[in-house]
């Protein structure tokens, strides 16, 4: 149980482009889902916390134009990096809590995003 | 601030050893900790969690021990195995995020087992 699918796995696109990745937890209803960023050998720094039907809650400093999330159910929530730029390339984690342990976040498999 | 971080970046054991990877946190108000282990390339996985009402978990092979005083979070694993190599990470609820769910993440120790 608690698992979290995330796609794509990786990605490559031009620069002024945007891409859209998806989050979905496959057998249970997320109350919660995360998007999170990843550097090389570094830790995963929250982007943004979003509930189904509301408005993402953005970390600071990270901008809400520039990555635009979506979370239209209560088991698919999608994040799109909008005119993405090569600094945008990185690792980019989804996770998801359930109802029962709220505390616990399941983590998607990653896309790894490569802006040209 | 709130941070949570880790004594060191890289531990390298021999195949069979114990392993302990420590943690420090710095909000003596977090309630809950979770051990995530995250092989490369893919996405960070549920290993362990304890509350702070709680001194010691036990898991399958990993044992988590939390010593409030100090403010200081460590995993043991037992037996270490090469599929042990990963980086793990400790995360906490900060004060306050109960309700959401939210987790701060420490920089993660790099875990080397040598055959």
């Known amino acids: 149980g608690a698992v979290v699918s995330q796609h794509p796995s990786r990605v490559i696109c031009k620069s002024g482009t945007s891409v859209k990745i998806e989050c979905r937890s496959l057998?249970?209803?997320?109350?919660?889902m995360f998007w999170y960023r990843q550097f090389p050998k570094q830790s995963l720094m929250l982007m943004a916390t979003s509930n189904e039907g509301s408005k993402a809650t953005y970390e600071q400093g990270v901008e809400k134009d520039k990555f635009l999330i979506n979370h239209a159910s209560l088991t698919l929530s999608t994040l799109t990096v909008t005119s993405a730029h090569p600094e945008d390339s990185s690792f980019y984690i989804c996770s998801a809590n359930g109802q029962r342990a709220k505390n616990i976040q399941y983590f998607g498999a990653g896309t790894r995003l490569s802006v040209l | 601030g709130e941070s949570v971080g880790l004594h060191l970046p890289t531990l390298s054991v021999q195949e069979g050893d114990n392993s302990i990877i420590n943690c420090a946190y710095s909000n003596s108000a977090s309630d809950y900790f979770i051990w995530y282990k995250q092989e490369s390339g893919k996405g960070p996985q549920f290993i362990i969690d304890i509350r702070s009402n709680m001194d010691k978990r036990q898991g399958q092979r990993v044992t988590v021990l939390l010593n409030k005083t100090v403010k200081h979070l460590s995993l043991q694993i037992a037996a270490t195995q090469p599929g042990d190599s990963a980086v793990y990470f400790c995360?906490?609820?900060?004060?306050?995020?109960?309700?959401?769910?939210?987790?701060?993440f420490g920089q993660g120790t790099t875990l080397q087992v040598k055959p």
């Open positions: 995360a906490e609820t900060p004060w306050g995020s109960s309700n959401t769910g939210k987790l701060i």
């Open positions: 057998d249970f209803q997320a109350t919660t």
